[in-house]
């Protein structure tokens, strides 16, 4: 029986390891041919480069703009990161503290955002009646509101589990509502904040069809954008194709690796409803 389990950890452990090789491949080959001259990289193979070719990520950041559009997607991201934490935190806290029918109607409501895709026409409609098309704040404010619901739903879930004896006891020591939900209350929350927040980057940064639509001026643009068009002037110098790939995921790879170890944590304590 012990010999059994032993096989069958090993033949786990064995289709663990050929699925992640299996999706770690074109991470590879991306990365491979980065470094690569034109002629090596139209092989499309995941041999080694001859000679590490530093020039194409100078070539791509001078020839994409990568400058600018580094600068937009940092502004986008960042600005809806701190917009859509301050906003979901302080819906939540309060939906989760107030049992109401009100209240879990509103709850209910928001987070049936998750499920209900996005219309975008009527979207656009609205977008133009505010001024807000092709617009910084604009795209913000859609990238912000677009992540709420879900972000509510992990909050509030989350903060169902922190005791109202200690938000008692605050008042009761002479805090203020300001002063209890920031002094008090968030820092209870930093798993589930830190999870929000590295999301809500994540998915901020990965967007492409909502500037596509929303954008017309290319100095306002993300760096997906930026791929987008670059790969339609150089779509046969893959060399240059797979270093602007590479430049343009390399923020969101060291912010995932930042917050990793709060995101199981907070995902975990978001989905069981408390």
Known sequence: MKRRKQLAALGINLLAWVLSLIL?????????NSFKTGREAAAMNLSLPAAPQWSNFALVIQKGKLGTT????????????????LLCTMAAYVLSRNRRRLH???YLFLVLGIAIPINYIPLIRVMQALKLMNTRIGIVLLYTATQIPFNIFLIHSFVSKISPEIDEAAVI???SPA??????????????LVTVMVLTFL???????????????????PMTLAVYNFFGMYFKDWNLVCAD???TSAPVIIIYLLG???IVSGMTAGAVKG
């Open 70 to 85: 580094f600068l937009n997607s940092m502004l986008y991201s960042v600005s809806s990161v701190l917009l859509c934490t």
């Open 173 to 175: 020591d002479g805090a």
């Open 24 to 32: 770690l491949a074109p991470l590879l080959l991306i990365l491979f």
């Open 260 to 262: 990793q170890k709060y």
């Open 179 to 192: 002063a209890l939900f920031f002094r008090i209350v968030m820092p209870l929350m930093k798993p589930v």
């Open 104 to 106: 879990n109607f509103l």
């Open 203 to 221: 998915n901020t940064w990965n967007e492409f069809v909502m500037p596509l639509y929303f954008l017309n001026s290319s100095d306002k643009w």
């Open 245 to 247: 790939i590479v430049l």
